[in-house]
């Protein structure tokens, strides 16, 4: 099946660490998108990649870092300099000819 | 400043009951307007787009309207079920660009018998 997929589902974060979230797609998209999602606010964008080794900083990058050394792979490091990093988060991809975005099923971060 | 705005916040309906949705927007220019629903942990998926020149569309029970003059969308559903109780997300869609997405808060939409 075609898709993009996010791992793991839920994770937990002591303070002071730093936590890998992973996205994968299927789909041949050239971008690829990470958001924040948090009660009562829309998505906001916090890193977006149109090609393979090229990535650029949305509105909330601080705290945050990403790669794209595969077209298919786009993972997200929530480091320590992130304040207050307990979100959903949501990877996202789309070809870039076209507008709909396809979304993982999003990775629920908590610092414990 | 591009930016989506939807109403209510939040809405309780008897099953069975229709409903609408507002989004407003000052995205331009405009290139399209998307319906998600986006279910309690998951991800959203896409409901159905509206591009300049339509003025309604339908998906089974989900109808989206259109009013590219005053930039205003509604989503409306008919004879609710259960199923229906998630959020709906009204994104709008720049001309060009990558990062050309702009996302309302949603509305969070709840079903009871």
């Known amino acids: 099946d075609g898709g993009i997929t996010q791992s793991p589902k839920y994770l937990f974060r002591k303070e002071g660490q730093n936590v890998t979230l992973s996205c994968e797609q299927n789909l041949n998209h050239d971008a690829m998108y990470w958001y924040r999602q948090d009660p009562g606010q829309g998505l906001r964008l916090i890193y977006y990649s149109q090609i393979v080794n090229d990535f650029q900083k949305g509105d909330i990058a601080e705290g945050y870092s990403v790669s794209r050394e595969k077209k298919e792979s786009f993972p997200l490091t929530v480091t320590s300099a992130q304040k207050n990093p307990t979100a959903f988060y949501l990877c996202?991809?789309?070809?870039?000819?076209?507008?709909?975005?396809?979304f993982g099923q999003g990775t629920r971060l908590t610092v414990v | 400043k591009n930016q989506v705005e939807q109403s209510p916040q939040s809405l309780i309906i008897l099953e069975g009951k229709n409903c609408t949705l507002q989004c407003n927007y000052t995205v331009s220019p405009f290139s399209n307007l998307r319906w998600y629903k986006q279910d309690t942990g998951r991800g959203p998926v896409s409901l159905t787009i509206?591009?300049?020149?339509?003025n309604t569309k339908s998906n089974g029970r989900y109808t989206a309207t259109l009013d590219a003059d005053t930039k205003q969308s509604s989503l409306h559903i008919t004879a609710s079920q259960l199923s229906d109780s998630a959020s709906y997300i009204c994104v709008v869609s720049l001309q060009t660009g990558a990062n050309n997405l702009f996302f309302g808060t949603g509305t969070r939409l709840t079903v009871i018998p």
């Open positions: 509206m591009t300049f020149s339509e």
């Open positions: 996202a991809s789309r070809d870039t000819l076209e507008t709909e975005a396809f």
